[in-house]
Structure formats: structure tokens, C-alpha cells
């Protein structure tokens, strides 16, 4: 035996076990450069991680569920535990989850702990989204990792759809058949679509049976994919952070992952899985036996689906029934345009940061976070944008809302036309003003300090509050942010007095840049210059 | 970039170019009163100088750690003696099931408490000294770049794609077509919509039976301020295709003043102010439910759309395109209302093929 193997026989078992996982797959290179890896520290970088781990949740309890679901729809009578449905006839999809919730011990809290964090995975993907939105963190390098989780967020919304479609209960029927209804609105094909989806008329016998595979396969498995490369890059990118002392666009400032971030992440998902549990412990969601298996010619009335799909429950209640009948066709405006400006007010929120680098026509990369005040444009629009999918969120419940707050239905939903188009707007000038008061109280901090609060009273009887100066930190964080300078086109006519071509694209790009950088949409902040003279001249203003 | 792009002087200047790498500190000054201090000093916490309170950090710790062993014990306890159907009073959640309740709260504290104790210990007693890293660029070096793209020429030059032309054609003809079969396999999903959704199961001398108590209706069983449901005879619950046809021909009857009908067809297809229309709301298709008897409106409960049976089943509010399709009733020798003929129009959502 030579010394070297004694040297290894020596090494406590870890340290082989790694040198034998090292030599087969070189796991040394990739834990040098990510084990002690540098994640910053701010409250809303835990949304994305929260979006992580109720997605693993998710599929852990989904694997369970998929032990004692089955996706059938026979029709059998029910003869389970649960008294009020002895009898009844119903899709075995519909009698196994009946088992699942009072038969299986265990199972009903599964069921509850999968829908639960389906709903708050949605909810923690439109927060994480927004907080990457509102501070610019889809800027180069960061716009493909952007697209992957806009993409994540579509396909959450259509597993989400799918997964509770499968109980085949009451309301999940309905919705089932609303969809159905949607896509008969397509021109030319939407009948094909329907008969090809359904395996024939609605509702057939097939359905659940393809929603269950799209559900447990199809889409879960693109989405790993997808959550999997949305964190290599986020590795391979290294997070953002916010301005600070000591914190550049070529550093990033935190703590290393072993053992700091390891340790924090790694328990906030347990904290997640904890809460959720307990969640499902004390709210009961979507109680199926409540509501009975599903009959086409039956439905019960607030019928909702889950919150994600609201926005699009609320474009289709809102859209007046228009329907034009030309040369033995129909074309259903009424369902088709919902359809399609469903498609176009996501999409626009997905290609938002590719627009926002051809107004600025800046290549760079960012890796400071803007505060959502210092682009005040951005924001607004992101804001507008909120506004306008909030509206349609109480579209889709304008049933609820006329109930609740006892309000005529007629009105509500008028409320909800008139603002999808007025309330973006509003929101829109609103933001935009608060953004550039900040930005306003911001300089003014810088110039002249934070108000102390103490009033001083001079000899001559004056009173003046006393105003302290900002901490060099303080002074360096409101001044960090960069600010752009419009786009020109340059003039009309060239040296030589003739008429220069300007194309349309560009007359278009030097007018949003003008929206987005002008003087009506920035404070220029203060100068070197400016905090020279004010400071220099000694007294308090 | 072309001349028209933004001019570098639009563009921000980088961060002041006295702004520090990373961490170093430099002055503020006569230059630039806004430069960055670099990292601020580490400040110790009460573990990082006081071993008692680090110890009391520890225990906590632990304690979090045990009382989740103990949650998870009660947890298996909770699954093998409490009885799947016993039910029990929590204030202020009402009756709720007791083994969901034990099983989601012990499994619930033993998760919680792993989460709670490894953040405090994270938070207490592992280091929180702020550390940096540099950044590199994403983008490759330009040689790396030149590198790249020599070695692309020349696999691309030695495989003689451009060269050979009938290859490379030949071979994109096969690629394209290939996916073809995927295509063609997805057709038998399901049948062609053909003339499908143009037909129910009504036909001429069908009786309306009432969908509550499976029994033939007559005009006596239809009182004035009603909603009945009906199915054609001979429709039964357990029939294979009960649901695809119920979902065609479900029908709602009502009886109204016939000086109240509004709408001469809707007259003349009634029965003594008997009128049956489809159940199937043409909007997407949910089952209207909701009848309101003074003003004849029903309602729509997924998406309100209203209609007005006394005058031909009009859209008045809601996003529905077109009034509910009316089936022509009358009675037959023995006094039963019957259908006399299928509906005219499809029923239910419009569609392309509509017209």
C-alpha cells in the first residue's frame, strides 16, 4: 500500500465520499465557485423562494394525490363514507376524491396542502414578478431569465386550471365548460379545437383523463425545466442588489451561501411547508362534496374559479355580447376578443423589458436595482398595468361584489367596462406624480438635510427647525441611481440642407424617449455643484 | 449601431469613476460629495461578544429542533388513533374534521419549528459578516469570441452544408416533413364537428318530462311565476351519453300571461302562456338558474347575462351575443306538453360554423 492511499484511508468518510463523487463527476469545480457564493440580503428576494418551494410542495403532495386519484369519468353510484352522496351518481374521477377527503387518512390534508400552495405559488409568482418589474430587474443581462418566469407564470395558471378541473365536481365542471365555450369562439377552427379536446361533445368521457396528463406530466415537467433554468441563471447572473455603501455594478455585497443563506433558505422552506400545512389544517379549500359532482345542466350560483384565472373570468363578464353573422358565418366577439386581449395584456408585461432597452438603446448590464420612484415612467406603467388586471379581477367576481356589498350587478359591471379603460390611466398620471414628489423629497434631503424636528429659536426671535445632514451612506444612496437623457432624432435636414430621412420607428422611439426620460418625467438629481453651494453657505434654509 | 441609435452621451455615465472597485473606501470630497464609503464597519451582535446570550441562542435553537421531534411524534399518534370521520368544535372554525385538524397542525409545528430554528440559528450565531464578490461580465472576451466563431466556420465549411446544396436541401425537406406524422396522429383525439351541435334529442312528439320528478308534465303541473326544468322523454340518468345530451337539451319551462308575451313567434310556439326554452346559455354555456318572476328575466349565474322570456328571450344585460333558442311546444291527445319539433337553432354557445 502506498502512503498516499493510508492519507485517504486517514480522511474522515465525507472527505472520501466527496473524492470519489469528485473523480466521477468533478464536483470540486462547481462547489469552488458557488459553495461560498455571495446572495444580498433584502426582504423581497424571499418572494422568489417562495414561489421554489411551494412549487416542490406541490409536487410532493401531488405525487401522493396521483396514489388514490383516478382519473376516470365511468359514471359510478357512490357508496363511500360521505352520508349526504350515498347513491348519487357520479364520474369515478369525483368518487375518488370523495375518498381521498374522507376515506384515506391524511388525504384531505394532502388535497388541501396541494391546492393551498398551488394558489399561493400563483400568488407568489405575480408578487416576485412585480418586484422584479418595479425595481428593474429584467434589465440585461436578466431578460431571458424574465421570459422563463412570465413563462413559468402562464403555464402555473393552466396547471392550476387543469389540476382543479380534475375532481369533475360542480363548479369545476362549469369552468370546464366555460373554457369549452371560449374555444367553440375561435373563428374557423374553435369548433374542430372542441371536438378534438373533448374527444366529441361536451362533455364526453375524455376529458378528465387528457387534463390529467397535461396536469401531471406535460406541464409540471416544461415548468421543472423552466424552474431549473430560471436558477442556473440566477447563479450564473449572481443576484442583484440595491445601492449602498460598498455595494457597484461589479460586485455583489451579502452572505456566502455555506452556511448563512444555506441556513436561511433552507429553513424558510420549512417555514413555507409549515405554514401551508397549518393552512391546510384550519381553512378548508375547494370542498367538493359541498358542491356535488357535475351535472351540464346544473350549476350553482358565485361561481368563481381560482383567483389567477379572475382576471380573465373578469374580460369575459365585462365584454359586451357583440357577435357579427356575415356569409353564413358567425364571428363571437363577445368570447373571441376576451380570448385574445387575454393573450395580449400578458404578452405585453412579457416583452416589457425588450421595449423598455429599444426606448434607451442601452446595452450594458445592470446589476443595481432601480427604486421604483427613480424610473418614474416604468412604474407608472407597471402600476397602470396592476390597475388594469386588478379591475378585471373584480370583473370576475362582480357576482360576488354586487352581493356583498348589495350593489346592483348592472352597475358593478359597468364599473368594471369603464375603468379597464379609465382606471389604467388614472393610475398611471397618479404614480407618476408620487414617483417624481419622491424623487423630489429625495434631492430636497440631499441639499438640505433630514428635518430634525427641533425647533431652535434665534436671538432675534427667528424660529428655524434645525435640519442634520445625511450620513455620507445616506447621501451616496439617494444620489446613485442613473438618469438618461432623452433620445434626439437630430434635425430635420442634414449639414448640407438636405432633407434627412427619418424613419417612423425612430420618430416613435425619440417621442417614448422623450415620455420616459423628458423633463416632466425625471428631477434631475442634485449635482456636486449644487451641494458645493448650498452647504458653503453655512445657515439652514 | 446604426447612426440613428442613441448617442453615448445619452447614456448615463458609468458610476463615478472614483467610485470605489468594491469595498475600498474612498473620500468624499471636493470632487464628488456623493461617493460611496465602501462597506460599513462589522457591527457585532449580542452572540458575537456576550458567550451567555450565544448559549441562550443555542438553546433556543435547540429547543425549536425538539419541539419538532415531538410534533412529529403526536403527528403518527394523530394518524393512528384519531378516527377518520370524528369531527370536532375548534372556536373559531366551527365543526371541522378532527384528524385533518391534529394531522395539518403537528405536521404543521413540525415543519415550522425546523424552519424557525435553522433561521435563528442562521441569524444568531453564524457569522454576519457582509462579504463581496466581484462580477464578470457576461459577455465573452472578444478573442474568445473570434475563437467561437473560427471554429463554427470551420465546422460548418467541413460539413459542406453551403457547398451541397441538394443535401442540405433535402435534408430540411425531411425535417419539416417528419413532424407531420405527429400531426396526423392527433387526428382521431376526436370525431369532426359535422352538423354535431346543430341537433338535440327533440324531435316531434316528445314529451317534456319534468328533470325533478321524472314525470311527463302538463300544463296544469306549470304554474305561473315557476321555473321547471325538463328533459325529453326517454332520457335517462344512467343512459352512457346522459351527460353530453342533457348538456343540449336541458330545457326551462315557464308560464306567463300570453297578453304579457311581447314577441308574436314566442306566442305562437307557447302553450296558455307556456314557453320552453334551452337551459343552455348562448353566451359559454352554463345552465341559466336564476328566474325572476315579476319581471320574467332569468339570469345567468357564471356571468349574468339576462334575457327576457317574455320577449323572445332577448339579451338585456351581460355579455351573451344572442337570445336563448325557443322549443315550439304543444299537447298532445292525452294531454301531456310535447315538443313539436327539434329547436330551429343550434342551442348553446355560438360557433364559426353558426351562421
Not at chain 1, 457597484?248 to 448563512?260: D, E, F, I, S
Request: with cysteine; aromatic share 10%; net charge negative.
Amino acid at each position: 500500500m502506498s502512503t498516499a492511499n493510508d492519507d485517504r484511508r486517514k480522511a474522515p468518510a465525507g472527505e472520501r465520499v466527496a473524492d470519489w463523487a469528485d473523480g466521477r463527476l468533478g464536483i470540486y469545480s462547481l462547489a469552488k465557485a458557488n459553495m461560498r457564493k455571495i446572495f444580498p440580503d433584502h426582504w423581497s428576494f424571499m418572494l422568489g423562494e417562495i414561489c421554489l418551494y411551494s412549487f416542490i410542495i406541490i409536487i410532493l403532495t401531488g405525487v401522493y394525490l396521483t396514489l388514490f386519484f383516478h382519473p376516470s369519468m365511468n359514471e359510478v353510484e357512490y357508496h363511500g363514507s360521505y352520508v349526504p352522496l350515498q347513491g348519487q351518481l357520479m364520474s369515478e374521477a369525483f368518487a375518488s376524491t370523495l375518498d381521498i377527503s374522507f376515506d384515506v387518512r391524511g388525504g384531505l390534508l394532502i388535497r388541501q396542502i396541494h391546492h393551498w400552495a398551488a394558489i399561493i405559488f400563483l400568488a407568489g409568482m405575480f408578487v416576485h414578478m412585480m418586484r422584479v418589474f418595479f425595481t428593474g430587474a429584467f434589465r440585461k443581462p436578466r431578460e431571458i431569465n424574465w421570459l422563463f418566469g412570465f413563462l413559468l407564470f402562464v403555464l402555473g395558471m393552466f396547471t392550476g386550471f387543469t389540476g382543479y378541473s380534475l375532481p369533475d365536481d360542480l363548479l369545476s365542471g362549469t369552468g370546464v365548460r366555460f373554457t369549452q365555450g371560449a374555444i367553440l369562439a375561435t373563428p374557423v377552427v374553435g369548433t374542430y379545437i372542441s371536438m378534438f379536446l373533448f374527444g366529441g361533445e361536451f362533455p364526453g368521457g375524455d376529458f378528465v383523463a387528457r387534463f390529467y396528463s397535461i396536469h401531471i406530466l406535460l406541464l409540471p415537467g416544461i415548468m421543472l425545466g423552466l424552474v431549473v433554468g430560471h436558477l442556473i441563471l440566477v447563479f450564473y447572473h449572481k443576484h442583484t442588489q440595491f445601492a449602498g455603501p460598498g455595494r457597484t455594478n461589479k460586485n455583489v455585497v451579502g452572505m456566502p451561501l455555506l452556511p448563512v443563506y444555506m441556513a436561511k433558505a433552507g429553513g424558510f422552506f420549512f417555514l413555507v411547508f409549515g405554514f401551508i400545512a397549518m393552512l391546510a389544517a384550519v381553512a378548508s379549500i375547494n370542498p367538493i362534496w359541498a358542491l356535488g359532482p357535475y351535472r351540464a345542466d346544473q350549476v350553482s350560483t358565485g361561481a368563481q374559479p381560482d383567483w389567477y384565472m379572475g382576471f380573465a373570468e373578469g374580460l369575459i363578464r365585462a365584454m359586451p355580447g357583440w357577435e357579427i353573422n356575415l356569409w353564413g358565418h358567425t364571428l363571437v366577439l363577445g368570447v373571441f376578443i376576451p380570448l385574445v386581449l387575454f393573450g395580449l395584456f400578458l404578452g405585453i408585461i412579457a416583452l416589457y423589458p425588450f421595449i423598455e432597452s429599444w426606448i434607451t438603446g442601452d446595452k450594458r448590464e445592470h446589476h443595481i436595482l432601480d427604486r421604483p420612484r427613480n424610473a418614474p415612467t416604468r412604474t407608472a406603467f407597471g402600476v397602470a398595468w396592476v390597475t388594469a388586471y386588478m379591475i378585471m379581477l373584480i370583473g370576475g367576481g362582480n357576482d360576488i361584489v354586487a352581493t356583498h356589498f348589495h350593489l346592483s350587478i348592472n352597475a358593478v359591471t359597468w364599473f368594471v367596462r369603464i375603468g379597464f379603460f379609465a382606471g389604467p390611466v388614472i393610475a398611471f398620471v397618479v404614480t407618476k406624480r408620487i414617483c417624481l414628489g419622491l424623487q423630489r423629497r429625495d434631492k430636497d434631503k440631499v441639499l438640505h438635510g433630514r428635518e430634525s424636528g427641533i425647533i431652535k429659536r434665534l436671538p432675534h426671535g427667528e424660529f428655524i427647525e434645525i435640519h442634520e445632514p445625511l450620513s455620507q451612506e445616506q447621501l451616496h444612496v439617494l444620489t446613485a441611481h442613473e438618469q438618461y437623457q432623452p433620445a434626439e432624432i437630430g434635425p430635420a435636414v442634414d449639414e448640407n440642407g438636405v432633407e434627412r430621412k427619418v424613419k417612423g420607428s425612430q420618430k416613435l422611439r425619440a417621442k417614448l424617449s422623450e415620455a420616459y426620460y423628458g423633463d416632466d418625467s425625471q428631477i434631475p438629481k442634485p449635482t456636486a455643484e449644487e451641494y458645493r453651494e448650498i452647504t458653503s453657505g453655512h445657515g439652514h434654509h | 449601431m446604426s447612426s440613428q441609435d442613441t448617442p453615448e452621451e445619452n447614456l448615463p455615465a458609468e458610476r463615478a469613476a472614483d467610485d470605489s472597485e468594491h469595498g475600498a473606501v474612498a473620500v468624499p470630497g471636493e470632487k464628488n460629495p456623493f461617493a460611496d464609503p465602501g462597506l460599513p464597519p462589522h457591527e457585532h451582535r449580542i452572540q458575537d461578544i456576550d458567550e451567555r446570550a450565544a448559549r441562550r441562542s443555542e438553546r433556543a435553537v435547540a429547543f425549536m429542533f425538539t419541539l419538532s421531534m415531538l410534533a412529529t411524534v403526536a403527528f403518527i399518534a394523530s394518524f393512528v388513533a384519531v378516527p377518520v370521520d370524528k369531527s370536532i368544535y375548534v372556536f373559531p372554525l366551527g365543526h371541522i374534521s378532527a384528524l385533518n385538524f391534529a394531522l395539518g397542525m403537528t405536521l404543521g409545528v413540525a415543519l415550522f419549528c425546523i424552519g424557525a430554528g435553522a433561521v435563528h440559528w442562521a441569524r444568531t450565531l453564524m457569522s454576519d459578516v457582509e462579504l463581496a464578490d466581484d462580477r464578470h461580465a457576461i459577455e465573452a472576451e472578444p478573442e474568445v469570441r473570434a475563437k467561437v466563431m473560427d471554429d463554427f466556420r470551420q465546422g460548418a465549411k467541413e460539413s459542406a452544408l453551403g457547398r451541397r446544396k441538394l443535401i442540405r436541401n433535402t435534408m430540411f425537406g425531411a425535417l419539416t416533413l417528419v413532424p407531420l406524422s405527429g400531426v396526423v396522429l392527433l387526428r382521431d383525439l376526436g370525431p369532426l364537428p359535422e352538423d354535431k351541435l346543430r341537433h338535440t334529442l327533440w324531435r316531434k312528439g316528445k314529451l317534456l318530462v319534468n328533470m325533478n320528478t321524472d314525470e311527463p308534465l302538463r300544463p296544469s303541473d306549470v304554474a305561473v311565476g315557476s321555473l321547471t326544468f325538463a328533459k325529453p322523454e326517454g332520457l335517462e340518468e344512467h343512459d352512457h351519453d346522459f351527460q353530453n345530451e342533457i348538456a343540449k337539451a336541458a330545457l326551462m319551462i315557464v308560464r306567463l300571461q300570453p297578453e304579457n308575451i311581447k314577441d308574436k313567434r314566442e306566442l305562437e310556439w307557447s302553450h296558455e302562456g307556456i314557453v320552453a326554452y334551452s337551459k343552455i346559455c348562448t353566451h359559454v354555456g352554463c345552465p341559466i338558474s336564476l328566474y325572476e318572476q315579476q319581471t320574467h328575466h332569468v339570469l345567468c349565474p357564471c356571468h349574468q347575462s339576462t334575457f327576457d322570456l317574455s320577449d323572445g328571450a332577448r339579451v338585456i344585460f351581460g355579455p351573451a351575443g344572442h337570445a336563448l333558442p325557443q322549443l315550439r311546444i304543444g299537447v298532445n291527445d292525452e294531454g301531456y306538453l310535447e315538443a313539436l319539433g327539434d329547436f330551429e337553432e343550434p342551442v348553446g354557445p355560438a360557433f364559426w360554423e353558426r351562421g
